[in-house]
Protein backbone atom coordinates (compact mmCIF):
# COMPACT_ATOMS: atom_id res chain seq x y z
CA UNK A 1 0.00 0.00 0.00
CA UNK A 2 2.81 2.15 0.94
CA UNK A 3 4.47 1.60 -2.59
CA UNK A 4 1.14 2.10 -4.29
CA UNK A 5 0.40 5.79 -2.81
CA UNK A 6 3.76 7.01 -2.85
CA UNK A 7 4.71 5.12 -7.04
CA UNK A 8 5.00 8.01 -9.68
CA UNK A 9 4.84 5.96 -12.74
CA UNK A 10 6.39 9.13 -14.65
CA UNK A 11 9.40 8.27 -13.39
CA UNK A 12 9.99 5.20 -15.65
CA UNK A 13 10.32 2.36 -13.35
CA UNK A 14 7.76 -0.45 -12.93
CA UNK A 15 5.25 -0.53 -9.62
CA UNK A 16 6.82 -4.16 -8.70
CA UNK A 17 10.28 -3.00 -8.55
CA UNK A 18 9.51 -0.09 -6.50
CA UNK A 19 7.23 -2.02 -4.34
CA UNK A 20 9.78 -4.65 -3.22
CA UNK A 21 12.01 -1.73 -1.49
CA UNK A 22 8.58 -1.35 0.41
CA UNK A 23 7.98 -4.84 1.21
CA UNK A 24 11.59 -5.52 2.07
CA UNK A 25 11.67 -2.65 4.09
CA UNK A 26 8.22 -3.72 5.77
CA UNK A 27 9.09 -7.14 6.77
CA UNK A 28 12.97 -5.69 8.48
CA UNK A 29 10.32 -3.56 10.96
CA UNK A 30 8.35 -6.68 11.42
CA UNK A 31 11.49 -8.74 12.63
CA UNK A 32 12.79 -5.92 14.98
CA UNK A 33 9.96 -5.00 16.32
CA UNK A 34 8.81 -8.86 17.14
CA UNK A 35 12.32 -9.91 17.81
CA UNK A 36 11.60 -9.26 21.52
CA UNK A 37 9.28 -8.74 23.85
CA UNK A 38 11.10 -5.79 25.25
CA UNK A 39 10.33 -3.16 22.76
CA UNK A 40 13.30 -0.15 22.44
CA UNK A 41 14.02 2.14 19.55
CA UNK A 42 16.25 0.83 16.96
CA UNK A 43 18.85 3.54 15.00
CA UNK A 44 19.78 3.10 11.22
CA UNK A 45 23.26 1.86 12.21
CA UNK A 46 21.59 -0.74 14.70
CA UNK A 47 19.23 -2.28 11.86
CA UNK A 48 22.58 -2.55 9.85
CA UNK A 49 24.11 -4.06 12.80
CA UNK A 50 20.95 -6.13 13.20
CA UNK A 51 20.74 -8.14 9.32
CA UNK A 52 24.90 -8.06 9.32
CA UNK A 53 26.05 -9.33 12.70
CA UNK A 54 25.75 -12.99 12.38
CA UNK A 55 27.32 -12.92 8.94
CA UNK A 56 29.95 -10.68 10.20
CA UNK A 57 30.83 -12.83 13.20
CA UNK A 58 31.38 -16.20 10.88
CA UNK A 59 33.71 -13.82 9.12
CA UNK A 60 35.84 -13.85 12.16
CA UNK A 61 35.08 -17.29 13.49
CA UNK A 62 32.79 -15.94 16.50
CA UNK A 63 31.35 -18.98 18.18
CA UNK A 64 30.28 -18.09 21.39
CA UNK A 65 26.42 -16.52 21.67
CA UNK A 66 27.89 -14.34 25.10
CA UNK A 67 30.04 -10.95 24.48
CA UNK A 68 32.59 -10.79 22.26
CA UNK A 69 35.77 -9.93 22.83
CA UNK A 70 37.43 -5.94 22.76
CA UNK A 71 39.42 -6.74 19.37
CA UNK A 72 36.51 -8.52 18.04
CA UNK A 73 33.98 -5.62 18.14
CA UNK A 74 36.42 -3.45 16.86
CA UNK A 75 36.79 -5.89 13.89
CA UNK A 76 33.14 -5.82 13.35
CA UNK A 77 32.66 -2.17 14.15
CA UNK A 78 35.15 -1.05 11.46
CA UNK A 79 33.81 -3.50 8.90
CA UNK A 80 29.96 -2.58 9.45
CA UNK A 81 30.83 1.21 9.86
CA UNK A 82 29.00 1.35 12.79
CA UNK A 83 30.14 2.51 16.90
CA UNK A 84 31.25 -0.33 18.84
CA UNK A 85 28.76 0.55 21.61
CA UNK A 86 25.67 -0.32 18.34
CA UNK A 87 27.72 -4.00 18.08
CA UNK A 88 27.52 -4.83 21.62
CA UNK A 89 24.10 -3.54 22.57
CA UNK A 90 22.78 -5.38 19.08
CA UNK A 91 24.78 -8.57 20.03
CA UNK A 92 23.08 -8.76 23.69
CA UNK A 93 19.48 -7.81 22.01
CA UNK A 94 19.90 -10.98 19.26
CA UNK A 95 20.28 -13.28 22.58
CA UNK A 96 16.79 -13.52 23.16
CA UNK A 97 14.65 -12.46 26.40
CA UNK A 98 15.05 -14.40 29.27
CA UNK A 99 12.08 -14.69 31.71
CA UNK A 100 12.55 -14.08 35.32
CA UNK A 101 10.17 -16.14 36.39
CA UNK A 102 12.74 -19.17 34.86
CA UNK A 103 13.74 -21.57 37.77
CA UNK A 104 17.75 -20.98 38.20
CA UNK A 105 18.29 -24.85 37.43
CA UNK A 106 16.48 -27.84 35.81
CA UNK A 107 15.52 -29.76 38.71
CA UNK A 108 13.10 -26.98 39.52
CA UNK A 109 13.71 -27.17 43.27
CA UNK A 110 16.45 -24.29 43.39
CA UNK A 111 13.52 -21.01 43.12
CA UNK A 112 13.36 -19.05 39.78
CA UNK A 113 15.64 -16.16 39.19
CA UNK A 114 13.61 -13.25 40.40
CA UNK A 115 13.78 -14.34 43.99
CA UNK A 116 17.49 -13.49 43.71
CA UNK A 117 17.19 -9.94 42.55
CA UNK A 118 18.62 -7.57 44.94
CA UNK A 119 16.82 -4.31 45.54
CA UNK A 120 19.41 -1.88 45.95
CA UNK A 121 17.17 0.84 47.25
CA UNK A 122 17.51 2.62 50.15
CA UNK A 123 14.88 1.26 52.78
CA UNK A 124 12.27 3.97 54.38
CA UNK A 125 14.01 4.06 57.49
CA UNK A 126 17.59 4.49 56.08
CA UNK A 127 15.76 7.23 53.76
CA UNK A 128 14.32 8.65 56.47
CA UNK A 129 17.53 8.76 58.93
CA UNK A 130 19.34 10.43 55.86
CA UNK A 131 16.85 12.97 55.78
CA UNK A 132 17.24 14.14 59.56
CA UNK A 133 20.85 13.68 58.83
CA UNK A 134 20.89 15.91 56.23
CA UNK A 135 18.45 18.48 57.57
CA UNK A 136 20.67 18.88 61.15
CA UNK A 137 23.81 19.65 59.37
CA UNK A 138 21.88 22.77 57.59
CA UNK A 139 20.73 23.74 60.60
CA UNK A 140 24.29 23.29 61.91
CA UNK A 141 25.44 25.25 59.20
CA UNK A 142 23.07 27.98 59.31
CA UNK A 143 23.83 28.67 62.88
CA UNK A 144 27.07 28.33 62.78
CA UNK A 145 27.23 31.24 59.68
CA UNK A 146 25.15 33.51 62.53
CA UNK A 147 28.16 33.61 64.44
CA UNK A 148 29.48 35.76 61.72
CA UNK A 149 29.68 39.74 60.84
CA UNK A 150 28.23 40.45 57.63
CA UNK A 151 31.57 40.99 55.70
CA UNK A 152 32.83 37.71 57.47
CA UNK A 153 29.83 35.58 56.24
CA UNK A 154 29.96 37.00 52.92
CA UNK A 155 33.46 35.78 52.46
CA UNK A 156 32.91 32.79 53.56
CA UNK A 157 29.47 32.08 51.43
CA UNK A 158 31.21 33.26 48.21
CA UNK A 159 34.09 31.45 48.60
CA UNK A 160 33.26 28.09 50.22
CA UNK A 161 29.32 27.95 49.90
CA UNK A 162 29.07 28.81 46.40
CA UNK A 163 28.82 26.48 43.11
CA UNK A 164 30.76 29.05 41.00
CA UNK A 165 33.09 30.58 44.19
CA UNK A 166 34.17 33.88 43.68
CA UNK A 167 38.34 35.06 43.67
CA UNK A 168 39.92 37.18 46.27
CA UNK A 169 40.54 39.51 43.52
CA UNK A 170 36.88 40.35 43.11
CA UNK A 171 36.43 40.10 46.66
CA UNK A 172 39.49 42.47 47.44
CA UNK A 173 37.82 44.82 44.67
CA UNK A 174 34.22 44.95 46.33
CA UNK A 175 35.50 45.44 50.14
CA UNK A 176 38.49 47.44 48.95
CA UNK A 177 41.27 45.85 51.02
CA UNK A 178 43.99 43.24 49.39
CA UNK A 179 43.89 39.94 48.42
CA UNK A 180 46.07 39.10 51.53
CA UNK A 181 43.56 40.28 54.09
CA UNK A 182 40.59 38.22 52.06
CA UNK A 183 42.27 35.28 52.59
CA UNK A 184 43.00 35.82 56.81
CA UNK A 185 39.01 36.97 56.79
CA UNK A 186 38.18 33.57 55.27
CA UNK A 187 40.52 31.51 57.26
CA UNK A 188 39.11 33.25 60.23
CA UNK A 189 35.36 33.04 59.61
CA UNK A 190 36.24 29.29 58.50
CA UNK A 191 37.95 28.53 61.91
CA UNK A 192 34.66 30.17 63.36
CA UNK A 193 32.10 28.11 61.37
CA UNK A 194 34.04 25.19 62.33
CA UNK A 195 34.03 25.77 66.05
CA UNK A 196 30.52 26.47 65.96
CA UNK A 197 29.36 23.06 64.17
CA UNK A 198 32.10 21.23 66.61
CA UNK A 199 30.24 23.18 69.57
CA UNK A 200 26.57 22.31 68.33
CA UNK A 201 27.30 18.71 67.85
CA UNK A 202 29.12 18.58 71.37
CA UNK A 203 25.91 20.30 72.61
CA UNK A 204 23.48 17.84 70.91
CA UNK A 205 25.66 14.16 72.19
CA UNK A 206 25.85 15.23 75.64
CA UNK A 207 23.29 13.05 77.63
CA UNK A 208 20.66 14.81 79.44
CA UNK A 209 21.30 14.66 83.29
CA UNK A 210 19.45 12.57 85.05
CA UNK A 211 16.47 13.81 87.71
CA UNK A 212 16.83 14.46 91.07
CA UNK A 213 14.79 12.97 93.34
Not at 81 to 104: F, H, K, Q, W
Not at 142 to 160: C, G, N, P, Y
Not at 161 to 182: H, K
Request: aromatic share 6%; proline share 4%.
Amino acid sequence: MQAVERFEPEKGFRLATYAVWWIKAAIQEYILRSRSLVKMGTTPNQKKVFFNLRKAQSKISVLDDGDMRPDQVKIIARRLGVTETDVIYMNRRLGGDASLNAPMHDDGDSGEWQNWLVDESPDQETGLAASEEFDNRRKALAAALSVLDDRERRVIETRRLAEDPSTLGNLSDEFGVSRERIRQIEMRAFEKVQKAVKNRVAATETPAPLPLH
